[in-house]
């Protein structure tokens, strides 16, 4: 009883948040992470060109399966805030893309089978999730042997700057629940039994890493 209690307190803290912020999102990223989501969609575009049947977690209001859509057969887009996915579907819409699948979901829930996507990608979300470790699972749960998940990750505890602008953020709503450094993030992958076969470091206030990582 407790867990589900805490499980749903969990899911109504991000989705009442992130609801409350759809609106401002793109704004937000054209403003604050322009430069930093352009090399992630470049890298993006390279590492999925023989994707199939991809999943985006978080995707918030679809910048990244927008990019993603002309050369992606069929992309499945979750989000657990109706706010976000209800703009993701008009921006679609007013674009006329048609192969992305919109749904409302729980990173740390994936209602899917086990074994259903050979990409998954998680952009920007781990370190603001409640249990990242479970998320993780449930990425490894529903990814075929031969397939990669793609994490793209900022890292608030990387230096002392970072670590600041990270409490500043925090007292904004934009709350890192893990601050990892590079050398942690990396052991976090790790010990979730993926083997990262790529990596590449996207300097910034907050530094991200750019991660593509397979089972084990």
Request: glycine share 4%; proline share 2%; net charge positive.
């Amino acid at each position: 009883m407790f867990k589900n209690n805490r499980m749903e307190n969990r899911v109504e803290l991000e989705k009442t948040f992130w609801d409350s912020f759809a609106k401002k999102y793109d704004k937000f990223i054209n403003k604050n992470a322009s430069k930093t989501y352009g090399i992630i969609l470049d890298n993006l575009a390279i590492d999925t060109s023989k994707s199939e049947n991809l999943l985006e977690i978080a995707t918030g209001t679809c910048i990244i399966a927008l990019r993603l859509s002309d050369h992606i057969p069929k992309i499945i887009a979750i989000d657990i805030s109706p706010e976000m996915i209800k703009i993701a579907k008009e921006k679609c819409l007013q674009k006329s893309i048609s192969n992305i699948d919109f749904r409302i979901g729980d990173s740390c829930n994936l209602e899917f089978q086990d074994k259903s996507f050979d990409t998954i990608i998680a952009s920007n979300v781990l370190h603001l999730l409640f249990e990242p470790n479970l998320a993780l699972q449930e990425m490894k749960r529903v990814l075929r042997d031969n397939g990669q998940i793609i994490i793209p990750t900022y890292c608030h505890g990387a230096n002392f700057i970072s670590h600041i602008i990270s409490r500043l953020m925090g007292l904004a709503g934009f709350k890192a629940r893990t601050r990892w450094t590079l050398t942690s993030f990396r052991d976090f992958v790790r010990n979730n039994e993926f083997k990262i076969i790529k990596e590449y470091l996207i300097r910034d206030k907050i530094p991200l890493v750019y991660l593509v990582a397979k089972k084990v």
